[in-house]
């Protein structure tokens, strides 16, 4: 099946400085990958659709100067976190979009805490 | 907007038993409706899905039925085993953009079956 992986796992840095987390599509191409942030014991919350060689689509609410998406490859989605704060503690998840078969395979998540 | 409502959990059953969670939507027009799994330390996974009205999904014993006239797409399996212990999402996709489908999803239901 479609593997999705992100890197790290789970990242802890201070308040002020920025974090990029990876989103890479290991066996199969994807023009479009979406970000996902996940707030305990709630649904995930689409934040933006990366395609491919293009800016991103944020959803509303979503501050785009803070949360940097950048897809440069049909393989790569990466979020960076810019001069993060506590609030931005969250689990962020990735998706990538497979038109083969309609479908999106999803990451395992990584889980920053802003201290 | 698009939303989903779903059964709260936890859910703890014992093996063998039936298992329901129900899942309620709200959308404009007529979306796909989708039931992710996820186990611990992995990503969502979809388990099943359906695209029109009366579809029913099915995957490794569970079912699901699309009833547009409740706007219901609720999750059962006959008898559940140890396996299935995981935290179930129901979705749906808003069809607006060939290929580059959103996801709403609902909170989760974490599920735990006990031998």
């Known amino acids: 099946g479609a593997v999705v992986s992100q890197h790290p796992s789970w990242v802890i840095c201070k308040s002020g400085t920025s974090v990029k987390i990876e989103c890479r599509s290991l066996d199969f191409q994807a023009t479009t990958m979406f970000w996902y942030r996940q707030f305990p014991k709630q649904s995930l919350m689409l934040m933006a659709t990366?395609?491919?060689?293009?800016?991103?689509?944020?959803e509303q609410g979503v501050e785009k100067d803070k949360f940097l998406i950048n897809h440069a490859s049909l393989t790569l989605s990466t979020l960076t976190v810019t001069s993060a704060h506590p609030e931005d503690s969250s689990f962020y998840i990735c998706?990538?979009?497979?038109?083969?078969?309609?479908?999106?395979?999803f990451g395992p998540g990584t889980r920053l805490t802003v201290t | 907007g698009n939303s989903v409502t779903q059964m709260e959990g936890p859910v703890t059953l014992s093996e063998e038993a039936f298992l329901t969670i129900n899942c309620t939507y709200t959308a404009t027009g007529y979306p796909s409706l989708f039931w992710y799994v996820q186990y611990p330390g992995e990503g969502l996974q979809l388990l099943l899905k359906?695209?029109?009205?009366?579809d029913k999904g099915s995957n490794k014993g569970f079912e699901a039925t699309y009833r547009k006239e409740t706007t219901s797409f609720h999750l059962e399996k006959g008898s559940v085993q140890v396996s299935d212990s995981a935290v179930y999402f129901c979705a749906l996709s808003d069809q607006t953009n060939f290929g580059n489908e959103k996801l709403t999803f609902g909170t989760g239901t974490r599920l735990t079956i006990i031998p």
């Open positions: 359906a695209t029109k009205a009366d």
């Open positions: 990366s395609n491919e060689g293009s800016k991103a689509t944020y």
């Open positions: 998706s990538a979009y497979r038109l083969s078969s309609y479908e999106q395979y």
